[in-house]
């Protein structure tokens, strides 16, 4: 317990219930939800495992110093004072991304070179020499970011955002970000307990994470590596040991992932992603205009999509929209079908009375996850059955 500390994990909007059940499961304590972030504690290898194993999270920060700031000069200063040589030497690189919320400062660039330069006029004044600033692959990122008057600054354990995790070479115009697919596949109660499709599948997003999340695999299996790895004290054999125990939890899924698009190039993205993410045996991705299919199986079928929207259309909204409706209703019986969109007059078009409809944001536009229940029969029969 001596060797836990605090940790931030930050998430989009809507995502926290979820990634806080998320790290409780993987073992974290004093799990505690904010707003699009939950802190929690653990040690080094905890810190590991969230980052390979969280599927909802975009970077998982380590706390170091917080101080009260009331200008620059404060900010200079304190930044100064503290010891940066437990983290930093000369010859190391670093980097400093900094958000604020605050009326103090207006720019986060602004506030990124104060700090640079109180970090690199303590080592010139301590050392003689100083490390130096690489924006794209430093050993050390740090992370800067004030609120009204307090000001956390943190160790970034992650470094590029964890929603690359590394399989997705291949993409169309306006691809789902892949924590946002997982999220919103969580959201649908998606546990890999029945046949998978997504009849609009672009270059694959859901079905890769749809099927990660049924054999249990670890999210981040396929990155090429995490911030921490750079670090001094940096366990390796710990990290491997972490990594064989998460691949040791991974289950076997019995039912089917599918995937249609009738653009014969997403087609050919998804199939390549699908592969990259070594996961051909579980998906089948096939060219397929979703309006001229029916469902191919008698069994229960959970669907997850995100359809085109906006200037992403090249067809009538209204139209597109019914038509969704319409095939959802005449061939896919037995099917929970959710759908995100940002469009929220083309909901009013599918025809169907949605039984559940979750605020989201895609990227930065608001959105809805809507889901619409397919019965076997009709919902009357289905209810005397029950009775």
Not at 174 to 181: D, F, G, K, M, Q
Not at 191 to 197: E, K, P, V
């Amino acid at each position: 317990m001596g060797n836990n500390f605090k940790m931030v994990a930050k998430t989009l909007f809507g995502f926290e219930e979820i990634l806080a059940k998320e790290i409780r499961n993987l073992g974290g304590l004093d799990v505690k939800e904010g707003v699009r972030n939950v802190s929690f504690s653990g040690d080094s290898g905890f810190m590991y495992k969230a980052n390979l194993c969280l599927r909802t999270a975009i970077k998982i920060l380590k706390p170091i110093h917080s101080f009260r700031v009331r200008n620059e000069r404060d900010l200079y200063k304190n930044m100064y004072d503290f010891d940066w040589s437990k983290y930093l030497s000369p010859e190391k690189t670093f980097a400093i991304d900094t958000t604020l919320s605050s009326d103090l400062f207006t720019h986060s660039l602004f506030v990124s070179q104060k700090c640079k330069d109180a970090i690199v006029d303590k080592f010139r004044e301590t050392h003689g020499e100083r490390p130096s600033v690489d924006t794209q692959d430093p050993d050390l990122r740090l992370n800067v970011h004030i609120h009204n008057n307090q000001c956390n600054i943190s160790l970034d354990t992650s470094g590029k955002s964890l929603h690359q995790r590394g399989y997705r070479k291949a993409t169309n115009i306006a691809p789902i970000n892949e924590v946002l697919a997982c999220g919103l596949l969580l959201l649908s109660g998606w546990d890999g307990q029945s046949n998978f499709l997504d009849p609009m599948c672009g270059s694959g997003t859901f079905l890769v994470e749809a099927t990660m999340i049924a054999c249990n695999i670890p999210a981040n299996i396929n990155r090429k590596g995490f911030a921490f790895q750079k670090w001094d004290d940096f366990d390796a054999e710990l990290y491997d040991k972490i990594v064989d125990s998460s691949l040791n939890k991974t289950r076997e899924f019995h039912f089917k992932i599918m995937g249609y698009d009738k653009a014969p190039s997403a087609v050919e993205k998804a199939k390549a992603n699908v592969e990259n993410a070594q996961l051909s045996e579980y998906i089948e991705v096939q060219r397929k205009n979703f309006f001229d299919t029916q469902k191919v199986t008698e069994n229960h079928l959970h669907m997850v999509f995100n359809p085109p929207y906006g200037e992403r259309l090249s067809i009538e909204m209204e139209d597109f929209y019914k038509e969704i409706g319409d095939t959802l209703k005449k061939n896919y019986s037995g099917t929970d079908a959710w759908l995100i969109t940002s469009n929220l007059e083309a909901l009013k078009f599918v025809g169907l009375r949605p039984s559940r409809k979750i605020k989201v944001f895609n990227s930065h536009l608001e959105s809805r996850l809507v889901k619409y229940i397919m019965y076997s029969g009709s919902k009357k029969a289905k209810f005397n059955k029950s009775i």
